[in-house]
Nanobody
């Protein structure tokens, strides 16, 4: 599967952005989808994941209550709605897909998109 992330940009603290990740292929609904981010000079970190049908979601503690992951299998797209953004949310955001059935682990992602940059100004 090929992944294309979009929707990043510059936003003031407290603002919102919605990221999208479009996937190619006819088996999108069989993948667990995740979002990760990498701040400058920091390691990549897990942000959120969503199960095949969208009924189960997992979030990093740092974004709980502010970010919402969702998916539209008919459109082969996964979204990340980001509200109440903080400067520490700044980074390159990547979508990823895995065929594993375990949503709770941040590892095992087989496919990665190219990333979209989010910058939150204070």
């Amino acid at each position: 599967v090929q992944l294309q992330a979009s929707g990043g940009g510059l936003v003031q603290a407290g603002g919102s952005l919605r990221l999208s990740c479009a996937a190619s292929g006819r088996t999108f609904s069989s993948y667990i989808m995740g979002w990760f981010r990498q701040a400058p000079e920091k390691e990549r970190e897990f942000v959120a994941a969503i199960s095949w049908g969208g009924s189960n979601t997992v979030y990093a503690d740092s974004v709980k209550g502010r970010f919402t992951i969702s998916r539209d299998n008919a459109k082969n797209t996964v979204y990340l709605q980001m509200n109440s953004l903080k400067p520490e949310d700044t980074g390159m955001y990547y979508c990823a897909a895995k065929t594993s059935s375990y949503i709770g682990s941040p590892s095992g992602y087989n496919y990665w998109g190219q990333g979209t940059l989010v910058t939150v100004s204070s």
